[in-house]
């Protein structure tokens, strides 16, 4: 019986062993994402317990957990996005004060803010490729695209990103 | 800037440390969710076993009751009638069986009727079709536990209707009987009469100091009660008739198989 079951199943070790094999990088992505440890914390929590829903479509043949728990920290995470902030205009707002801001700012608060103002579909491949090193073929499985799309949209990251780091290091120098 | 550079940037920010309290508070929140679960699954599974079981045999009981009681011989069945009587001269048919005496006089009761109350009416035939399943299994339990003899195997006693407004459980009283060799009663016979083509002798008993059974049993069918007239002393110092019970109809089974149809009302 895989661990996912036997959770399910009420056993607290597995619960505990699932818990313990994933929960750091499912922290760190909805860290990423959301920017805040409580609410990080909120996502992963919600996440774990989504598993042992009756209604959890989890399929152990056919997606790695780790896989569908990324997947779910994602779906949580925009689930929260839509309640809080349901559109996407204020990028603009942001980018003016950035720059002002880029001068202040110490380097990790920076390159964050920076990641920050990615647009969401660029973040999270980001976040996904870089920080948590995960392939290109599972990124595309926990976003549900195609790999070619995880690519532009990663390329599309980084080179803005270049650019606004670049500009910051420019102003710094 | 260069991939190597900007990799070296975003690595600067760096991911906090999980709190202490986050791995405590989520296997709290499972434990939590599954105690829930836990506290509520048996009892649910264990109830809608039950209820499924009891569905089920209640409607076999009522569709087919041979099944239920393969070892009965019947050798006959009478068709009663009960009707209550009111102090203001109304009378309301109360229940209708078809039952009959075994060969030691025990009333066996095949089957019940309450007119306008059909769920006393089925968990009525439910509890008899039980009770005479499981009643003379029980005898060997009885005589292990009882070492009185009456405890053991009760006097046979005569159903007199119902003990309450539901019908549900009934009310009987045991009959002196000399059996059904000796003519039923030689003593306090107060009538001699044939009902339903069958004679009959009538005993007369004392139920408490307000309240009197007169019974009719023909020693043809075991000593099987076909009239009781149930009567209550009333305030001007007489009987007066509260209760009666009638045979309708008996139905002689000569392959001893047949239990008997109830009437639908």
Known sequence: MDLVSAARRGRETAFAQLFDEHHLPLFRFAYRLTGSTADAEDIVQECFLELLRPTCSYDPARTPVRTYLFGIVRNQWLKRRRKVEPTASVEVGRQESLDTDLLRAETSDLVARAVMQLPDTQREVLILAHYEQMPLAEIARVMEIEVTAVKSRLQRARASLKETLAAYEEKRA | ?265
């Open chain 2, 1 to 265: 800037m260069n991939d190597t550079e900007l990799n070296q940037l975003l690595d600067t920010w760096k991911d906090p440390p999980v709190p202490v309290s986050f791995r405590r508070r989520t296997r709290a929140e499972f434990a939590a969710r599954f105690e829930k679960t836990a506290r509520w699954k048996p009892i649910l599974r264990r109830s809608l076993f039950a209820a499924a079981i009891a569905a089920l045999l209640l409607v076999a009981m009522q569709a087919i009751p041979q099944t239920f009681s393969p070892q009965i011989n019947v050798p006959y069945n009478v068709f009663s009638l009960f009707t209550k009587y009111s102090s203001d001269g109304s009378q309301t048919v109360e229940m209708a069986t078809v039952s009959y005496n075994d060969e030691n006089g025990r009333e066996i009761l095949l089957g019940r009727q309450m007119p306008g109350n059909f769920i006393g009416s089925v968990v009525g035939r439910a509890l008899d079709a039980v009770q005479r399943i499981a009643g003379p299994r029980l005898r060997p339990l009885r005589a292990a536990v009882h070492s009185d003899p009456e405890r053991v195997d009760p006097p046979p006693k005569v159903l007199v209707g119902c003990a309450s407004e539901s019908c549900i459980g009934l009310e009987s009283f045991a009959v002196p009987s000399v059996g059904a060799r000796a003519g039923c009663a030689t003593e306090n016979v107060v009538a001699r009469e044939t009902i339903r083509d069958f004679p009959t002798v009538a005993v007369r008993v004392s139920v408490s100091p307000g309240r009197r059974l007169t019974v009719w049993m023909a020693p043809d069918l075991a000593c099987y009660a076909m009239k009781i007239a149930d009567e209550r002393l009333g305030a001007d110092g007489s009987f007066h008739l509260a209760r009666m019970k009638q045979a309708l109809k008996v139905r002689q089974n000569r392959d001893q198989r047949h239990v008997g149809d109830l009437p639908h009302f």
